[in-house]
T-cell receptor, first 115, second 116 residues
Framework: AQSVAQPEDQVNVAEGNPLTVKCTYS??????LFWYVQYPNRGLQFLLK??????LVKGSYGFEAEFNKSQTSFHLKKPSALVSDSALYFC?????????????FGPGTRLSVLP | AAGVIQSPRHLIKEKRETATLKCYPI?????VYWYQQGPGQDPQFLIS???????DKGSIPDRFSAQQFSDYHSELNMSSLELGDSALYFC???????????????FGPGTRLTVL
Protein backbone atom coordinates (compact mmCIF):
# COMPACT_ATOMS: atom_id res chain seq x y z
CA ALA A 1 0.00 0.00 0.00
CA GLN A 2 1.12 3.50 -0.73
CA SER A 3 1.60 6.04 2.04
CA VAL A 4 2.38 9.70 2.53
CA ALA A 5 4.18 11.38 5.41
CA GLN A 6 4.28 15.04 6.33
CA PRO A 7 6.89 15.27 9.07
CA GLU A 8 5.93 18.71 10.31
CA ASP A 9 2.61 19.44 12.01
CA GLN A 10 3.26 23.17 11.91
CA VAL A 11 5.43 25.48 9.82
CA ASN A 12 5.88 29.14 10.71
CA VAL A 13 7.43 31.62 8.30
CA ALA A 14 7.64 35.39 8.08
CA GLU A 15 5.85 37.14 5.26
CA GLY A 16 8.13 37.62 2.27
CA ASN A 17 10.38 34.71 3.20
CA PRO A 18 10.51 31.48 1.22
CA LEU A 19 8.47 28.59 2.54
CA THR A 20 8.78 24.83 2.31
CA VAL A 21 6.22 22.24 3.38
CA LYS A 22 7.68 18.75 3.37
CA CYS A 23 6.20 15.54 2.04
CA THR A 24 7.69 12.09 1.61
CA TYR A 25 5.99 9.13 0.04
CA SER A 26 6.18 5.39 -0.25
CA UNK A 27 4.90 3.75 -3.42
CA UNK A 28 5.45 0.50 -5.23
CA UNK A 29 5.53 1.97 -8.72
CA UNK A 30 5.58 5.36 -10.36
CA UNK A 31 4.05 7.93 -8.02
CA UNK A 32 1.24 10.28 -8.85
CA LEU A 33 1.60 13.04 -6.27
CA PHE A 34 -0.63 15.95 -5.33
CA TRP A 35 -0.83 18.95 -3.05
CA TYR A 36 -4.10 20.32 -1.70
CA VAL A 37 -4.80 23.35 0.48
CA GLN A 38 -7.58 23.76 2.98
CA TYR A 39 -8.65 27.14 4.30
CA PRO A 40 -10.56 27.30 7.61
CA ASN A 41 -13.87 25.45 7.48
CA ARG A 42 -13.59 24.96 3.72
CA GLY A 43 -13.13 21.90 1.53
CA LEU A 44 -9.86 20.91 -0.04
CA GLN A 45 -8.63 22.86 -3.05
CA PHE A 46 -6.24 21.45 -5.63
CA LEU A 47 -2.83 23.16 -5.86
CA LEU A 48 -0.70 21.05 -8.16
CA LYS A 49 0.20 17.53 -9.21
CA UNK A 50 3.10 15.50 -10.53
CA UNK A 51 2.38 12.71 -12.97
CA UNK A 52 5.45 12.62 -15.16
CA UNK A 53 7.89 14.99 -16.82
CA UNK A 54 9.77 17.86 -15.21
CA UNK A 55 10.61 17.38 -11.57
CA LEU A 56 9.61 20.96 -10.78
CA VAL A 57 5.86 21.38 -10.97
CA LYS A 58 4.22 24.80 -10.90
CA GLY A 59 0.74 25.23 -9.48
CA SER A 60 -1.81 27.72 -8.26
CA TYR A 61 -1.12 30.86 -6.19
CA GLY A 62 2.62 30.84 -6.98
CA PHE A 63 3.27 27.47 -5.39
CA GLU A 64 5.57 24.87 -6.84
CA ALA A 65 6.73 21.43 -5.80
CA GLU A 66 9.87 19.49 -6.52
CA PHE A 67 9.72 15.77 -7.14
CA ASN A 68 12.86 13.99 -5.94
CA LYS A 69 12.80 10.32 -6.73
CA SER A 70 16.01 9.42 -4.89
CA GLN A 71 14.75 11.02 -1.70
CA THR A 72 11.11 9.99 -2.31
CA SER A 73 10.07 13.53 -1.56
CA PHE A 74 7.63 16.03 -3.03
CA HIS A 75 8.15 19.23 -1.04
CA LEU A 76 5.87 22.21 -1.59
CA LYS A 77 7.62 25.56 -2.00
CA LYS A 78 6.94 29.21 -2.58
CA PRO A 79 9.64 31.88 -3.04
CA SER A 80 7.85 34.59 -1.05
CA ALA A 81 5.15 33.77 1.48
CA LEU A 82 1.98 35.80 1.94
CA VAL A 83 -0.12 36.05 5.08
CA SER A 84 -3.03 34.77 2.99
CA ASP A 85 -1.09 31.52 2.41
CA SER A 86 -1.79 30.55 6.02
CA ALA A 87 -3.78 27.33 5.77
CA LEU A 88 -3.60 23.58 6.09
CA TYR A 89 -1.69 21.76 3.36
CA PHE A 90 -2.18 18.13 2.42
CA CYS A 91 0.10 15.97 0.34
CA UNK A 92 -1.54 13.01 -1.39
CA UNK A 93 -0.63 10.05 -3.56
CA UNK A 94 -2.92 8.29 -5.94
CA UNK A 95 -2.96 4.54 -5.61
CA UNK A 96 -4.66 1.79 -7.49
CA UNK A 97 -6.54 -1.04 -5.86
CA UNK A 98 -8.60 -3.85 -7.32
CA UNK A 99 -11.48 -1.52 -8.02
CA UNK A 100 -9.71 1.49 -9.44
CA UNK A 101 -7.82 4.48 -8.17
CA UNK A 102 -8.15 6.45 -4.99
CA UNK A 103 -6.22 8.94 -2.96
CA UNK A 104 -4.14 8.49 0.16
CA PHE A 105 -3.72 11.75 2.04
CA GLY A 106 -0.99 12.76 4.46
CA PRO A 107 -1.95 14.11 7.88
CA GLY A 108 -1.58 17.73 6.85
CA THR A 109 0.79 20.54 7.79
CA ARG A 110 -0.44 23.84 9.16
CA LEU A 111 1.33 26.81 7.62
CA SER A 112 1.30 30.10 9.50
CA VAL A 113 2.69 33.14 7.72
CA LEU A 114 3.41 35.92 10.16
CA PRO A 115 3.16 39.57 9.09
CA ALA B 1 -7.83 5.12 17.71
CA ALA B 2 -11.20 5.26 16.03
CA GLY B 3 -11.22 6.62 12.51
CA VAL B 4 -13.85 7.88 10.14
CA ILE B 5 -16.22 5.09 9.14
CA GLN B 6 -18.03 4.99 5.85
CA SER B 7 -20.69 2.56 4.81
CA PRO B 8 -21.14 0.77 2.61
CA ARG B 9 -17.62 0.36 1.26
CA HIS B 10 -18.93 -0.71 -2.12
CA LEU B 11 -22.30 -0.10 -3.73
CA ILE B 12 -23.70 -1.07 -7.10
CA LYS B 13 -26.82 0.62 -8.43
CA GLU B 14 -28.61 0.98 -11.72
CA LYS B 15 -29.43 4.19 -13.56
CA ARG B 16 -32.28 6.22 -12.07
CA GLU B 17 -32.04 4.41 -8.75
CA THR B 18 -31.24 6.14 -5.47
CA ALA B 19 -28.33 5.62 -3.10
CA THR B 20 -27.54 6.66 0.43
CA LEU B 21 -23.98 6.83 1.69
CA LYS B 22 -23.22 7.12 5.37
CA CYS B 23 -20.34 8.70 7.22
CA TYR B 24 -19.57 8.34 10.92
CA PRO B 25 -17.03 10.92 12.06
CA ILE B 26 -14.37 10.46 14.67
CA UNK B 27 -15.88 10.89 18.17
CA UNK B 28 -16.13 14.54 19.24
CA UNK B 29 -15.67 15.77 15.68
CA UNK B 30 -18.50 18.09 14.72
CA UNK B 31 -17.59 18.88 11.12
CA VAL B 32 -18.05 16.56 8.15
CA TYR B 33 -16.93 16.99 4.55
CA TRP B 34 -17.94 15.03 1.45
CA TYR B 35 -15.79 14.59 -1.66
CA GLN B 36 -16.36 12.86 -4.99
CA GLN B 37 -13.51 11.33 -6.96
CA GLY B 38 -14.36 10.08 -10.43
CA PRO B 39 -12.18 7.56 -12.29
CA GLY B 40 -8.86 9.17 -13.06
CA GLN B 41 -10.05 12.44 -11.53
CA ASP B 42 -9.00 14.54 -8.58
CA PRO B 43 -11.26 14.61 -5.52
CA GLN B 44 -13.91 17.29 -5.83
CA PHE B 45 -15.41 18.91 -2.78
CA LEU B 46 -19.18 18.45 -2.56
CA ILE B 47 -20.48 19.82 0.71
CA SER B 48 -19.68 20.19 4.40
CA UNK B 49 -21.59 20.43 7.67
CA UNK B 50 -20.81 21.92 11.04
CA UNK B 51 -23.07 21.28 14.00
CA UNK B 52 -25.78 19.89 11.74
CA UNK B 53 -25.82 22.97 9.55
CA UNK B 54 -24.44 23.23 6.04
CA UNK B 55 -21.18 25.18 6.30
CA ASP B 56 -19.87 25.13 2.75
CA LYS B 57 -21.07 23.97 -0.64
CA GLY B 58 -19.01 22.86 -3.60
CA SER B 59 -19.88 21.12 -6.83
CA ILE B 60 -22.75 19.03 -5.49
CA PRO B 61 -25.41 18.25 -8.14
CA ASP B 62 -29.02 19.19 -7.44
CA ARG B 63 -29.88 15.47 -7.51
CA PHE B 64 -27.77 15.00 -4.39
CA SER B 65 -28.59 16.11 -0.89
CA ALA B 66 -26.89 15.63 2.41
CA GLN B 67 -27.48 16.22 6.06
CA GLN B 68 -25.81 15.84 9.40
CA PHE B 69 -27.69 14.30 12.28
CA SER B 70 -27.73 14.95 16.01
CA ASP B 71 -25.11 12.26 16.58
CA TYR B 72 -22.94 14.05 13.95
CA HIS B 73 -23.05 11.27 11.43
CA SER B 74 -23.83 12.40 7.93
CA GLU B 75 -25.67 10.89 4.98
CA LEU B 76 -25.29 11.71 1.31
CA ASN B 77 -28.47 10.97 -0.64
CA MET B 78 -28.17 10.54 -4.37
CA SER B 79 -31.25 10.28 -6.59
CA SER B 80 -31.83 9.61 -10.27
CA LEU B 81 -28.38 8.08 -10.50
CA GLU B 82 -26.47 8.51 -13.72
CA LEU B 83 -23.55 6.55 -15.11
CA GLY B 84 -21.33 9.55 -14.44
CA ASP B 85 -22.03 9.30 -10.73
CA SER B 86 -19.80 6.24 -10.56
CA ALA B 87 -17.00 7.37 -8.31
CA LEU B 88 -15.31 7.05 -4.98
CA TYR B 89 -17.01 9.15 -2.33
CA PHE B 90 -14.82 10.25 0.54
CA CYS B 91 -16.00 11.56 3.85
CA UNK B 92 -13.73 13.48 6.20
CA UNK B 93 -14.26 14.82 9.70
CA UNK B 94 -12.57 17.47 11.77
CA UNK B 95 -12.91 18.86 15.29
CA UNK B 96 -13.69 22.26 13.80
CA UNK B 97 -12.11 25.62 14.53
CA UNK B 98 -15.29 27.02 16.02
CA UNK B 99 -15.24 24.27 18.58
CA UNK B 100 -11.77 25.25 19.68
CA UNK B 101 -10.16 22.37 17.85
CA UNK B 102 -8.26 22.26 14.61
CA UNK B 103 -9.60 22.05 11.09
CA UNK B 104 -7.41 19.07 10.19
CA UNK B 105 -9.46 16.69 8.09
CA UNK B 106 -9.32 12.98 8.76
CA PHE B 107 -10.42 10.97 5.77
CA GLY B 108 -12.47 7.82 5.71
CA PRO B 109 -11.71 4.90 3.38
CA GLY B 110 -14.37 5.95 0.89
CA THR B 111 -17.43 4.33 -0.62
CA ARG B 112 -17.04 3.13 -4.17
CA LEU B 113 -20.29 3.62 -6.07
CA THR B 114 -20.78 1.90 -9.39
CA VAL B 115 -23.79 2.85 -11.49
CA LEU B 116 -24.68 0.35 -14.20
Amino acid sequence: AQSVAQPEDQVNVAEGNPLTVKCTYSVSGNPYLFWYVQYPNRGLQFLLKYITGDNLVKGSYGFEAEFNKSQTSFHLKKPSALVSDSALYFCAVRERDNYGQNFVFGPGTRLSVLP
Amino acid sequence: AAGVIQSPRHLIKEKRETATLKCYPIPRHDTVYWYQQGPGQDPQFLISFYEKMQSDKGSIPDRFSAQQFSDYHSELNMSSLELGDSALYFCASSPGLAGGGTDTQYFGPGTRLTVL
